[in-house]
């Protein structure tokens, strides 16, 4: 008899082109079809549960079926769903720019839906800022090796992937990389802060050089997601507005993933106190359930493009900017910040996920455990060219979601997560290594890896 899974699997197959994904994987990988969700639990069509550990691609900040964020979204449907934000306004989209802005210590707020958009705006901004200022040769950006900050044209063009960004290679302006920050890098006996402070000496060379045509530097500050969750101690950032403010050069922060408490501070560039020029949200900012996103920027960015001349504005813009359901939904989560003490709440749960995690970090094939915020990761010695997609399916079968990024596996929970399923990642996860090791696993000498 066919399951209810297997009707969804055949259907979703047919009809939709999934993400991030080469379709004809799933001749032999299976899709998940989850019919529903609930705190930190994922269920299938056939009843089987499990942990959401990557909050369904890090968005997911207090669980599914969230009562406040549900009712809140259910109260604006009741008023307003959404219109046109050229021209007009609404009280979310206000209310919302204003307590980012208090927030951040940044002026206005640009609207978009996804991440990669967010990118998008700050490099455009940036450009156009110096364009107006008669500096138009500043037209280049610079990024870290092994930075990811999305998969449209600009985002790219900062993008060190070369799994997403080689094959695009002839659309995309040729801009500058920097060695990464990462700790994992340092030289034995070299401290994270040391290597951190090493890797800034090689972005100051650079800066020097080439200022002259550079608009802005793009960092994910203190974790780079996409490289295995590079980790880096926040001298780099001190060090680098330091740079791009002698230099004329913007600093972006993008904290598409790295927002709203997921490094231990609601911004993650916070712990290095500083400003950055550009502030890219998404992500966890609706707490999972629409999709938003936002660049907040300085006063001074803001005045250089208010002018009488309409080409000097900045024209960019998308049908849902501002989208009043999505707006009201990140108001209701900033709003669970302030009423429950999220941040206090989730050093508690950090304190305790690392205690529960020890016997994983002293595990004999795992490398660099390391750990940020609500965010934990290492890398796996493994000689397995399949080792993402083995782990991957071995975690599914004892119903825990989790997708390594090539050898690094990562957990990074909704906030809400309990004692009890921090014990069945961790018993899954030794579980799952052993039998990796042993050579038990699915897809066992397929050279596949999850992206």
């Known amino acids: 008899m066919t399951s209810h899974n297997d009707q969804w699997l055949a259907r979703s197959r047919a009809a939709v082109w999934h993400p ?37 691609w890090w968005v997911n900040l207090f669980g599914h079926n969230h009562p406040r964020i549900k009712q809140a979204i259910k109260d604006q449907l009741d008023t307003l769903e959404h219109v046109i934000l050229a021209g007009f306004t609404q009280q979310p989209v206000v209310e919302l720019s204003e307590k980012l802005a208090a927030a951040s210590g940044l002026g206005h707020a640009f609207y978009g839906s996804d991440g990669a958009s967010a990118t998008e705006i700050a490099l455009k901004m940036s450009f156009h800022y110096w364009r107006n200022h008669g500096q138009g040769s500043k037209q280049r950006f610079v990024s870290l090796e092994n930075s990811y ?66 608009a802005a530097l793009i960092v994910e500050p203190l974790v780079q997601g996409a490289a295995g969750m590079a980790m880096y101690h926040p001298a780099y950032l001190q060090r680098a507005r330091a740079l791009c403010d002698r230099y004329q050069i913007h600093l972006i922060a993008d904290e598409i993933a790295a927002g709203f408490g997921r490094t231990g501070t609601l911004f993650a560039y916070q712990q290095a106190g500083i400003t950055p020029d550009f502030l890219c949200l998404s992500k966890g900012i609706t707490g999972g359930y629409l999709p938003l996103s936002c660049v907040l920027t300085t006063d001074s960015v803001y005045q250089a493009f208010y002018d009488d001349d309409v080409a000097r504005g900045f024209l960019h813009s998308h049908s849902y900017t501002g989208n009043a359901l999505a707006c009201r939904a990140a108001l209701e989560v900033l709003a669970i910040f302030d009423d429950e003490n999220v941040l206090a709440r989730n050093r508690v749960t950090a304190e305790r996920f690392s205690q529960v995690l020890a016997p994983l970090a002293a595990h004999p094939a795992v490398r660099h455990f390391r750990h940020q915020g609500m965010i934990w990761a290492f890398d796996v010695d493994s000689p397995r060219s399949d080792f993402a997609v083995a782990f991957f399916q071995a975690m599914l079968a004892r119903g825990c979601l989790v997708r390594p990024i090539g050898k690094t596996v990562y957990f990074m929970p909704p906030y809400i997560i309990k004692e009890a399923q921090m014990l069945q990642l961790v018993q899954a996860s030794l579980a799952t290594l052993n039998e990796l090791a042993a050579g038990t696993s699915p897809g066992c000498g397929k050279e596949t890896a999850l992206p």
């Not at 449209?152 to 990464?180: E, H, I, K, M, W």
Request: aromatic residues 6%; charged residues 20%.
């Open 20 to 56: 991030c994904t080469q379709m004809k994987r799933h001749e032999t990988l299976p899709i998940v079809p989850i019919a529903r969700a609930d705190g930190i639990w994922l269920e299938d069509f056939d009843g089987k549960r499990y942990i959401d550990a990557v909050s369904s």
């Open 149 to 214: 900050h999305g998969e449209t044209a600009g985002a790219l063009a900062v993008t060190d992937v070369p799994l997403f960004s080689q094959t695009y290679a002839p659309l995309l302006q040729q801009n500058f990389r920097v060695p990464s920050p990462d700790a994992r890098l340092a030289a034995d006996g070299e401290s994270a802060e040391g290597y951190a402070l090493r890797a800034a000496d090689a972005l100051a060379a650079l800066l020097a050089a080439e200022h002259g045509q550079i």
